[in-house]
């Protein structure tokens, strides 16, 4: 199952679209202001490489934070076209961004609720 991903988007989206909650000056002395009005999808600007960056969980994305659902095709078209949508882009533009890193995980059931475990099972 995938659950985060880092996508870039090859030139700066309109700021104004965004309400920005951060500014700052990386190592590389790159102005980076950051978002993170996408439920659990951090949006960065980098006015330095003229480059939009999305990355976060996209599974709490679409489904809130405790969810243990895997996303379907059908999900993954609905969450790109959902973050086209708030950012105020084409689909194209969030469909032909360069992927630069997936997480992939794997959901367990256990015979005790999560809930309860209070040790690490591996």
């Not at 985060?4 to 989206?13: A, Q, R, T, V």
């Not at 475990?117 to 591996?122: D, F, H, K, S, Y």
Request: glycine share 4%.
């Amino acid at each position: 199952m995938i659950d985060s991903i880092k996508f870039e988007i090859p030139y700066l989206i309109d700021p104004s679209n965004l309400s920005i909650s951060s500014q700052r000056i990386n190592n590389s002395g790159e102005l980076i202001s950051e978002n993170y009005i996408l439920n659990s999808l951090r949006i960065t600007l980098n006015y330095f490489s003229h480059k939009t960056y999305i990355e976060g969980s996209i599974r709490k994305f679409k489904f809130g934070k405790c969810a243990l659902d895997d996303l379907t095709d059908n999900d993954f078209e609905e969450i790109f076209n959902g973050i086209a949508s708030q950012l105020q882009v084409t689909p194209e533009t969030v469909w032909n961004a360069k992927l630069i890193r997936v997480d992939i995980g794997y959901t367990m059931s256990t015979a005790i609720p999560v809930e309860q475990l209070n040790t690490p099972l591996l």
